[in-house]
């Protein structure tokens, strides 16, 4: 059974290493994520017939190919965010060139001897990407104004008005789980004009190819899985700039089993006073197959058997009105869980039924028109208690192996003079009952909510 391998921003942790050895280290069914095994067309330097490396900075060969670009967008439109109107987006010309495109857009953004880049882009699409649009609108990968079908090979300055950051995710035989903060405005958004919202995407065979979980899909557990597609929501920007609240337009797209998929928006933050900071994840943990002491652990309900179809999420949200003056002030944490590797995301609604899910289903609360009877399946419960003037952030997750139970740590801290001020490290288990609905379920704004109902 291959390792599971977490990704994070400053190191890579391997699960259950296999004991390597000089000779072993060769073999591929050993260590199939050894840089020698890497896929790559296009390498330079490797090893000699001696075996020893041609360059000695790359001592496996340096791999020239153009990296996966996930978070990349085509801008559909624009505005001037000073003098108002629309004007021209960021465009590339795939005609000239020898291996990539050419931009028209300056990717030196700011400084003493450049003009200023004042556009901002207020709708985006990526591809490929395969959908029926349930509500809203959008343009897509057939009626957009490029000449290629992806984006997952675009170079940054093709639209170097973006910026994304906070990547995360895991391996897990050929599926892989990537999360990233994004947000279409680097400029706006670095004085609290624009935010962070938190995007996931999926692939199933190994990063070739991103979108749904398949109709037929044997994992490398050799359990099987069958997906029946998902409907998915963005939100647009508004053309006036500002930190308020502004009426967004939104998007939401339907996506069969296996097809080709855009990030999905898991935060749906309304507000511009809010923006998203430090996501985190928790995949769920190896099956226990083994009683050391031989007492006899009972498996309830298949707790101890591993569903890989499952995982958890967390993310912070930040205070957008301090960005302008360093950074955003952390405020809550929200969690979820997702089912059917990630077609979904689920807190209070039952696996099963997913007709109750938020926010498709509003269950009386106030949700965006194109939310309501989408099938959009979105909910988010808060983490921390949610008391103004405590600020959590720096959560960390665990999973128990059938995804019935989340752990989460996190730093709580008590707003106000840094030399008065209290902090502690909290803790919280979240434990997800079948065919159990409490009666506060969806209930928002009390000590818990979502950043669509705080």
Not at 264 to 285: C, E, G, H, W, Y
Not at 314 to 341: C, K, Q
Not at 425 to 445: H, K, N, Q
């Amino acid at each position: 059974m291959p390792p599971i391998i977490y990704i994070g921003q400053t190191r890579i942790v391997i699960l259950n290493p296999v004991r390597q050895t000089p000779s072993s280290w060769l073999n591929k069914s050993v260590n199939p994520y050894a840089f020698r095994n890497m896929e790559c067309r296009s390498k330079r330097y490797g090893r000699g017939r001696d075996s020893k490396p041609m360059n000695p900075y790359y001592p496996d060969g340096l791999c020239l190919d153009t990296p996966i670009n996930l978070s990349a967008t085509i801008p559909d439109t624009c505005t001037d965010s000073q003098a108002g109107g629309e004007v021209l987006c960021p465009q590339v010309d795939l005609s000239q060139g020898t291996l990539f495109g050419i931009g028209n857009t300056n990717p030196i953004l700011e400084g003493n001897q450049v003009e200023p880049n004042t556009t901002k882009v207020l709708s985006w699409h990526q591809c490929p990407a395969s959908f029926t649009t349930v509500s809203g609108a959008t343009l897509n990968c057939n009626n957009d104004s490029r000449t290629d079908a992806s984006t997952l090979y675009d170079q940054s300055w093709y639209n170097p008005l973006d910026v994304a950051k906070g990547h995360r995710g895991y391996l897990d035989g050929d599926f892989v789980m990537m999360l990233y903060a994004w947000s279409p405005n680097w400029r706006l958004n670095a004085k609290g004009s624009d935010r962070y919202e938190l995007y996931i995407r999926r692939s199933f065979d190994g990063g070739k190819t991103w979108g749904t979980l398949p109709k037929n899909y044997r994992h490398h557990d050799k359990s099987r899985w069958a997906g029946t597609g998902t409907v998915t929501c963005e939100t647009f920007r508004a053309t006036e700039t500002g930190t308020g609240e502004p009426v967004e337009p939104r998007v939401c797209n339907q996506y069969a089993a296996g097809a080709l998929e855009q990030a999905r928006n898991v935060t749906q933050i309304k507000s511009m006073r809010t923006t998203t900071l430090d996501p985190r994840f928790a995949a769920t943990a190896e099956s226990i197959t083994s009683d050391l002491f031989g007492a006899g652990i009972p498996n309830i309900g298949n707790e101890d058997v591993r569903d890989p179809s499952r995982y958890f999420i967390v993310y912070e949200t930040g205070d957008n009105t301090t960005t302008a003056y360093g950074e955003p002030e952390p405020l809550d944490l929200f969690y979820s869980r997702a089912i059917m590797f990630g077609d979904n995301y689920q807190v209070w609604s039952e696996e099963h039924d997913l007709t109750q899910c938020y926010p498709s289903n509003p269950q009386g609360n106030v949700v965006p028109a194109e939310h309501e009877n989408s099938s959009f399946c979105n909910e988010f419960d808060q983490l921390d208690q949610g008391i103004k003037g405590l600020e959590a952030s720096e959560a960390s997750l665990g999973a128990n192996s059938g995804g019935e139970f989340m752990y989460g740590v996190w730093a709580q801290h008590q707003a106000g003079d840094d030399a008065t001020a209290e902090s502690d490290a909290m803790a919280r288990r979240v434990w997800w009952i079948d065919d159990y609905i409490p009666l506060d379920a969806w209930v928002f704004g009390q000590s818990s909510g979502t950043p669509e109902n705080p």
